[in-house]
């Protein structure tokens, strides 16, 4: 029998009694973590935190969404070019920020060394929430963009399902037959497949940088058995191994452990605790490198709130994306708005507003960072193919 959605909120013990099937349904489906006492180790894991319902989003929205993906995409490709823009952009961080500098640093080095690669991979995640407009309605704002390491698409490749159980179990079988299908992972792959692909080195590996203490472990691996199915083969290794065994040829070839590496995938590096001094080093020599990197440094640097605060600037869009008024409409209809809270009369104002209307701010930790430029225009393209996937499963209303 079919349950109300009121009474069903108001009854605990059915409440509970649906979280422990939930729970059972998504340690059966894969959504898996390592657990925080031993996250080294798959030898006893736990399920990954999840919502018990699936979130409501409305189809206009979510279409929105899809829309506007690949001008994000062809943003942060002309952002990472754009050595003058991330300079100026950046320059007040990079005199507050060491993580920053580092990043920026090695950046310069590698546009002065000369930039060796000549395929660019983006694997971009766009953040959102709605905003209720005063009329009732629902708006889509970005709340930030990540351009590196960006995670859970392997879960949530693997989440609809333990969605639709749920509602299978309260009877709601007309609602669970909404929740759309999603394969992230999958998307992810292509991505890098085709990244691999175009860099020409049948027996070059996939080289995934990977933190020693991986609690999510399965959220990679899923995008590890991808690419093995199509016979892509992944090598796990941590910034140390990269100090200690890695190498360039002449030509500025990649080799791990004498393996040859076609595409190199953050899954590290995006903190400043992720750094010691021989990660640094084993930075930079990854950066030099002709492999494809997810991201390469400049990208990374694309993605900082600095970068996307400045992005929100009248005028400036159309200057990033001369001649694509669409586009940049349809971008500038997502932006939330975000604040400076440097020294001087700007940061000021924006504090000043803050406390006169609190309910109407966000405040979120900066990781900052940029410069670069000649790329190869299939970048855009490659960032395509995986962003499409990356929504999280939706109710299409």
């Not at 407009?133 to 960006?150: R, V, W």
């Not at 900082?304 to 669409?326: A, D, H, I, N, W």
């Not at 670069?372 to 855009?380: G, I, L, V």
């Amino acid at each position: 029998m079919a349950t109300g959605w009121g009474s069903l909120l108001q009854d605990e013990q059915q409440l509970e009694e649906l979280a422990r099937q939930a729970v059972d349904r998504a340690l059966a489906e894969g959504v898996l973590l390592r657990t925080s006492q031993e996250p080294s180790s798959s030898d006893v894991v736990s399920y990954a935190p999840f919502t018990l319902f699936p979130s409501l989003v409305p189809s206009a929205l979510l279409e929105q969404a899809y829309a506007v993906q690949m001008d994000f995409n062809l943003l942060v490709d002309a952002v990472s070019q754009n050595a003058a823009f991330l300079e100026q952009t950046l320059s007040s961080t990079i005199k507050r920020d060491n993580f920053t500098a580092h990043l920026f640093d090695i950046h310069k080095q590698v546009l002065k060394e000369g930039i060796a690669q000549t395929v660019f991979l983006g694997l971009n995640r766009s953040d959102y929430m709605f905003q209720r407009n005063a009329d009732g309605s629902a708006a889509l704002k970005q709340i930030e963009i990540n351009t590196i390491s960006a995670s859970f698409g392997g879960l949530a490749s693997r989440t609809p399902a333990v969605h639709r159980h749920v509602l299978n179990v309260l009877g709601k079988t007309k609602e669970a037959a909404k929740i759309l299908s999603n394969n992230p992972s999958k998307g992810l792959a292509m991505g890098i497949a085709k990244a691999w692909e175009l860099y020409g080195s049948a027996n070059a590996r996939v080289l995934l940088i990977a933190q020693e203490k991986e609690r999510n472990i399965f959220d990679q691996r899923a995008i590890e058995n991808e690419l093995l199915a199509r016979n892509i083969h992944v090598i796990r290794r941590k910034f140390e191994d990269v100090s200690e065994k890695g190498s360039l040829d002449q030509d500025r070839r990649l080799f791990m452990d004498d393996q040859e590496v076609a595409v190199v995938y953050f899954r590290d590096g995006y903190m400043p605790s992720h750094y010691s001094l021989q990660n640094w080093g084993a930075r930079l020599l990854l950066e030099r490198s002709c492999a494809v990197k997810c991201p390469d440094i400049a990208t990374q640097l694309a993605g900082t709130k600095k970068v996307q605060q400045e992005l929100s600037r009248s005028g400036m869009l159309e200057v990033l994306l001369p001649g694509q008024p669409e586009a940049v409409a349809r971008l500038r209809a997502t932006f939330a708005g975000l604040y400076s809270l440097d020294m001087g009369e700007e940061g000021d104002q924006a504090i000043t507003e803050a406390i006169a209307a609190p309910s109407c701010f966000v405040l979120k930790p900066q990781r900052e960072g940029g410069v670069n430029e000649a790329k190869d225009p299939r970048s855009a393209h490659l960032t395509r193919l995986s962003n499409e996937a990356q929504m999280r499963s939706a109710l299409k209303l």
